[in-house]
């Protein structure tokens, strides 16, 4: 499975903030639409990512007051990123090394969607299933026993 398909399957919406954005604004955004990035768009181009991991690090480091943060301070600069063309194998692969739960999805500069770990484990179990009906209907269409394999090369025979 490609990562184009995972995008439609999922379909949604990218939200973003601008670089100046507080911290707090980040956090309300995220709570707001549940979800646990943000893409840091500048001049119509993403120039960083935001999770809820880099939030939760200001927040430690900052005795737990984020009123003077901004999302420039915290951001990943220039994420890893996925294209449409990538595999789901490739796409999880580069997630586990990289230790990343959100990946931003290029094509070419153009930002197409953010795949999260959530996304690639529901994609995975929904070709597993397909895989296993496929199988299943296969096995149930083959016939059973070595008679009932010379009955039916016995039938195209005749």
């Given at each position: 499975m490609l990562i184009r398909d995972v995008l439609n399957l999922k379909?949604?919406?990218?939200?973003?903030?601008?670089?100046?954005a507080a911290l707090t604004e980040v956090v309300a955004l995220m709570v707001r639409h549940d979800i646990g990035s943000?893409?840091?768009?500048?001049?119509?181009?993403?120039?960083?990512?935001?999770t809820f991991r880099e939030v939760l690090q200001a927040l430690d480091a900052q005795g737990g007051n984020?009123?003077?943060?901004?999302?420039?301070d915290v951001m990943v600069?220039?994420?890893?990123?996925?294209?449409?063309?990538?595999?789901?194998d490739?796409?999880?692969?580069?997630?586990?090394?990289?230790?990343v739960r959100y990946l931003p999805v290029r094509d070419g500069q153009k930002l197409i969607g953010i795949i999260s770990f959530h996304d690639v484990a529901k994609a995975i179990?929904?070709?597993?299933?397909?895989?296993n009906r496929?199988?299943?209907?296969y096995?149930?269409?083959?016939?059973?026993?070595?008679?009932?394999?010379?009955?039916?090369?016995?039938?195209?025979?005749q």
């Open positions: 379909g949604g919406s990218i939200y973003s903030v601008e670089p100046a943000l893409v840091v768009m500048e001049n119509g181009r993403m120039c960083g990512m935001l984020l009123a003077d943060m901004r999302a420039r600069r220039d994420p890893i990123c996925g294209t449409p063309a990538d595999t789901i490739e796409l999880r692969e580069i997630m586990t090394h990289h230790h179990i929904k070709e597993t299933r397909l895989e496929l199988l299943k209907r096995i149930e269409h083959t016939p059973e026993s070595d008679a009932e394999i010379r009955a039916a090369a016995g039938q195209q025979r």
